[in-house]
């Protein structure tokens, strides 16, 4: 009984001990301050604008990251290269069935997997991408400098089923054709 009793008490202390060490904070992303930028890329040229984020988190072991959480709210895709009409036109389109189905999909999500230091500042992150209900991995990598933090990637539109102008899915489509990949530059201040 005494052994027992001796056994859980140093069990718990141990495990006090322990988690006094584990520092793990979460730094929560000031939405208003952040920024997501994409672009896309045609045959004739690219496009570019911005998606605004609604919530997110980094996650801090001490000064280390180790992990992260974010959601877009796709009805919020802008176009910042062209004006007016054109602008609103091509907005539209983005928001449509054609692209992004924002009114059946207006979230998108970005889930750290796993973090690894690649240098001082430098994290290379595998996380899981969700944009249109379909999810898959992707790997980026992101740099931290005090309360800010950048990040790029490249996206395959294709695999979130967003086919429109797509070569990998229609033939002939000659100067019309709008590449798989696209861009995603996302700044982040906490």
């Not at 429109?164 to 530059?185: P, R």
Request: glycine share 6%.
């Amino acid at each position: 009984m005494k052994n027992n009793i001796l056994k859980s008490t140093l069990v718990l202390v141990l495990a006090v001990t322990l988690a006094s060490f584990t520092s793990i904070s979460d730094k929560v992303v000031d939405v208003e301050k952040s920024k997501v930028t994409w672009k896309g890329y045609k045959v004739t040229g690219s496009h570019e604008g911005t998606i605004t984020l609604t919530s997110g988190v980094l996650k801090f072991d001490s000064d280390k990251l180790v992990g992260g959480d974010f959601s877009i709210d796709m009805t919020t895709i802008t176009n910042t290269d062209i004006e007016g009409e054109y602008a609103k036109n091509l907005e539209g389109h983005l928001k449509s069935d054609d692209f992004f189905g924002v009114e059946k999909f207006p979230t998108a999500s970005i889930a750290f997997t796993s973090v690894t230091a690649s240098g001082k500042n430098s994290y290379s992150v595998n996380a899981d991408l969700m944009i249109k209900g379909k999810t898959n991995p992707v790997t980026f990598e992101i740099s931290i400098y005090g309360s800010k933090a950048t990040a790029s990637l490249k996206v395959d539109r294709t695999k979130y089923d967003v086919r429109y102008g797509s070569t990998s899915f229609f033939d002939n489509l000659k100067d019309k054709a709008i590449y798989d990949e696209f861009d995603l530059v996302i700044d982040l201040e906490f």
